[in-house]
């Protein structure tokens, strides 16, 4: 294992993760700010409690997911698209280093990167209303599986990606509905059946579920399903990154 | 001398269906400086990258000092430094930077001195804060060649290393190249600047459609395919090669019809020089003087390929 080269790897991301710092930060920050106004505070004041939970609260793991997931995505795949746009990635290529080092180093940076965020935005929420996190090992774990996850799925679409508009489609696309449909902002069990039954095919589901667990040990399917759902994606997406090693898709000729 | 890269059976045909490169063999030498010169699309490029890892070969190995650069790839591409063609660098990273991620990179442990002497060496020491996209297309050559050194491999491979680069700065680079073959680094350049290669190289390897066609000692080369030039220039303007000359096929006259050129092989058992003058004396013609020139490494690739492709259409 070349621990310098990920090393190197790891600390050039966060330079520029460093660089970008404030816009990085300001934008989750103010977003989240907004939904508590309008979800929290507006219609929050008819809806009072969700599953037992204060409405406010309730949103908060859900918020938290939806930075989380956008981020991971958005910064890993950004992390190596750019390499690939500008033709620096000669470099990566040419260096003595397997794509675990690699995988190690991108995804490893914008992992951290969203989980920082992450952690602000939970930071954010207990200005507006009271936050309760009741398994706080189990929280930090989703949080760090969620980010690590979504982090392999952005490396994989920036290794896709051979346009900044296939960059974008994703997150915004894809990410975004399902974590608005994923229960980011109410229980499941509030859906007519049908309904709930098609929920269950978004793994969003399990992710938003099993990390609001973690605050008021309420979910929406058992806590144990949720760990399996997000440890199977996470396995998937391995499994995507190796195959991209093995036959170079889109790296090598 | 035991070769340091061995390339054997190698050859590329990309999805598109072109193929770049036909069972080659190429045994590169420890120490020397390899020219590997080849019309645009020769297949330079995508040889350099299957060595150095970049493209994948469709069949063949390479093995670098030894090592496999398939099996054993971590041995094998430490001792490589890649200066690719395009002007591939970073824009929002700093010179010190960028040179310090390379090396962190290949695995070597921080040198600040060594990242220090480099950008001495490249004149690049007092932009080393400077952002990379503030830097003129020169420096941004000198920023990729200080990145292939960083990790101070044995084996430096440039890829036209010179292209858009002025007369001064290219002065420079060939100042550091040689420094480092003195150092025992194996160089293996391409570049379209062929009287650089005829300067810098120890042999020559061309690369013509995917395949090698010749390689050689480059003083072997230029005797074996030497041709030389006999340029009489004439008391009398001509207005044309007047008829029965001997050699007419190898004489040419000048525009202006002051200068007769004689083309003629070293290595024929005759030159045919004194034929030609003896029958320049019956023919009358006289000259005030006369000179002989050898060609030059870019004659004799012209004709190389221009062989080759005549060959080709056979």
């Not at chain 1, 507006?42 to 938290?64: C, K, N, Q, W």
Request: net charge neutral; charged share 20%; glycine share 8%.
């Amino acid at each position: 294992m070349n621990w310098r080269a990920i090393h190197a790897i790891y600390r050039f991301e966060m330079a520029r993760t460093a660089r970008t710092l404030m816009q990085s930060i300001l934008a989750p920050v103010i977003s989240t700010s907004l939904y508590f106004v309008v979800f929290g505070a507006a219609i929050g004041s008819r809806i009072t409690t969700m599953e037992g939970v204060d409405y406010g609260s309730f949103i908060v793991p859900g918020l938290i997911m939806l930075t989380l997931l956008m981020q991971s995505v958005m910064n890993a795949s950004f992390g190596i698209y750019f390499p690939k746009f500008t033709g620096t990635i000669y470099e990566l290529l040419s260096a003595p280093i397997s794509f675990i080092e690699i995988v190690i180093g991108y995804v490893g940076a914008a992992a951290t990167k969203s989980i920082i965020l992450g952690l602000i935005i939970l930071a954010t929420s207990w200005l507006f209303v009271p936050v309760r996190i009741a398994h706080p090992v189990w929280m930090i774990s989703f949080l760090v599986l969620t980010a690590v996850t979504f982090s392999l799925l952005g490396f994989i679409i920036g290794i896709w990606a051979d346009g900044f508009e296939k960059l974008q489609i994703v997150p915004l696309l894809i990410i975004t509905p399902l974590t608005f449909l994923g229960g980011a902002f109410y229980s499941v069990n509030v859906l007519p059946p049908f309904w709930q039954v098609v929920t269950f095919v978004n793994p969003i589901v399990y992710l938003i579920s099993g990390f609001r667990w973690s605050f008021y040990e309420v979910a929406d399917v058992s806590v144990g399903i949720s760990i399996g759902m997000t440890l199977a994606f996470l396995v998937a997406c391995i499994v995507v990154v190796w195959w991209i090693f093995k036959t170079g898709y889109r790296l090598k000729n | 001398m035991q070769d340091i890269i061995t390339v054997s059976g190698l050859s590329k045909t990309y999805a598109t269906g072109f193929t770049a490169l036909k069972n080659v063999n190429l045994g590169i030498r420890r120490g020397e400086i390899f020219a590997l010169l080849g019309p645009n699309g020769a297949g330079k490029t995508t040889l350099i990258g299957i060595v150095c890892g970049t493209v994948n070969p469709s069949a063949g190995t390479v093995t670098v000092d030894g090592h496999d650069n398939v099996t054993d790839f971590r041995a094998a591409r430490s001792l490589i430094g890649l200066v690719p063609q395009e002007l591939t660098t970073d824009a929002f990273e700093s010179v010190w930077a960028t040179v310090s991620f390379s090396r962190g990179l290949f695995g070597k442990p921080k040198n600040p001195a060594y990242i220090e002497k480099i950008l001495k060496d490249l004149s690049l020491w007092d932009k080393k804060d400077n952002k990379i996209m503030t830097l003129s297309g020169g420096m941004k050559r000198r920023v990729l060649i200080a990145k292939a050194l960083s990790h101070e491999p044995k084996i430096l491979f440039l890829d036209e290393p010179t292209a858009g680069v002025d007369v001064e700065l290219r002065k420079d680079m060939w100042q550091v190249v040689r420094d480092l073959r003195a150092a025992g680094v194996t160089i293996i350049l391409t570049t379209h600047y062929i009287e650089e290669a005829e300067d810098m190289a120890d042999r020559i390897g061309v690369i013509s459609k995917g395949e090698i066609i010749l390689v050689e000692e480059k003083k072997e080369l230029m005797r074996k395919l030497g041709q030389k030039r006999l340029t009489l220039q004439l008391q009398e303007r001509l207005s044309s090669l007047p008829a029965g000359l001997f050699g007419a096929s190898q004489l040419s006259l000048s525009n202006d019809g002051d200068e007769l050129t004689y083309t003629y092989d070293t290595q024929a058992e005759r030159t045919g020089i004194t034929r030609l003058l003896a029958s320049l004396n019956e023919a009358g013609i006289r000259f005030r003087d006369l000179s002989t020139k050898q060609s030059s490494l870019e004659e004799i690739f012209v004709g190389l390929v221009h062989q080759d492709r005549n060959g080709g259409a056979k």
